[in-house]
């Protein structure tokens, strides 16, 4: 990362905050680190983080950095803290570009290099070009996956046999979604509705 | 008062924010009663938004930010109780950075547990006369 961003904070501006998704504005200042910012995941949950750090040692083996991964999301013209209709492993040939890019026009080598040097480190502006998912010739990380799975449960993959996806499928990976405000809501009437049925059921 | 933290003038404008939107990462204006982004006047001496608006920077939007906002962003501000303000530049390219990583070489979905397993919030001060005082702007360091 840049060790200077100097003069940030002057570069504000007024965004719509469509359908409040965004923490409204109140002026608010960080005066203290409350507990749960340095708390990590829970522990229960440590073990089954297993085969994505395996997948992470394996992406900086292959000398993945940061430098490599901004040049990636902005060679295919993405912002990935924006809504997208598809993920970026889904962005097949038959995906529409509106929703999920930014521009129908591919990005010129020169403008990404600008920005991997503006937003990364000067010296990293002409980082190779890593192919994400699923693009032909992204890393696969199946066998460093494998090495996991047979560590950790005995059971034996051929490495070149297995897919990632269906790694997921097989509940390896467990997808552990970020929460969001309205999870609550959601979840309170999930918690209703199995009420209702459950009482239906004993009618 | 010593050690009070100031907002600096916005330096931003309407050239700047329409590069922005030439480049695709801004949306363009299309609606003039509630337009999707507002540059500031040369009154404002801190920001004083609208009702519906926040405090974006364009730094923010050079690294990977952008709206309608992504669930990772949104579930950051919500999980440490901060606002986009209290957020820095570098915070938002190790955001935009983990979920890049997660979706287009991990395939999977951004991971909340590998979030919080690899990333810890830090509060980013300014220290004068060897005291600590908070910041108005940036204040979470990821």
Known sequence: ????????????????????????????????????????APSEEQKRLAPLLAGLEKLRDARVTAA?????????????????????????????????RMLVEPVSASDIAAWVAKTTHPDLKNSRVVPMR??????????????VLTSCTGFLFSPVSIPFSALQKMGIVRYSLPPVPEDREIRAKNRARNEEQKKAKEV | ?????????????????????K?????????????????????????????????????????????????LIRAILHYYEVELHNLNPNSVIQAAVFATVCEGFLGVPPHWNLWLHLFKADMAARYEGGEKFPLRVGGCTL
């Not at chain 1, 905050?17 to 990590?40: E, H």
């Not at chain 1, 902005?74 to 809504?83: E, F, G, V």
């Not at chain 2, 008062?1 to 939107?21: E, F, I, K, Q, Y």
């Open chain 2, 23 to 71: 480049a695709g990462i801004l949306r363009p204006l299309t609606d003039v009663e509630l337009p999707e982004w507002i540059v500031p006047s040369a009154n404002d001496r801190e920001p004083n938004p609208p009702p519906g608006y926040v405090v974006c920077f364009l730094s923010f939007l050079d690294r990977g930010f952008g709206t309608p906002a992504g669930r």
């Open chain 1, 1 to 40: 990362m840049p060790t200077s961003n100097r003069g940030w904070q002057s570069g504000w501006f007024y965004l719509q905050n469509d359908g409040g998704l965004l923490s409204a504005y109140t002026g608010k200042m960080v005066t203290g680190c409350p507990q749960k910012w340095v708390w990590g």
């Open chain 1, 68 to 100: 490599t991964v901004a040049t990636a999301f902005h060679k295919r013209s993405l912002l990935p803290l924006a809504q997208r209709r598809a993920f970026m492993f889904e962005m097949t040939r038959g995906v529409p570009w509106a929703g999920t």
């Open chain 1, 134 to 147: 699923p693009k032909k010739g992204y890393i696969s990380l199946v066998r460093g996956l494998v090495f």
């Open chain 2, 1 to 21: 008062m010593v050690g009070d933290d100031v907002w600096p003038p916005s330096n931003v404008t309407r050239s700047a924010l329409d590069a922005h939107v």
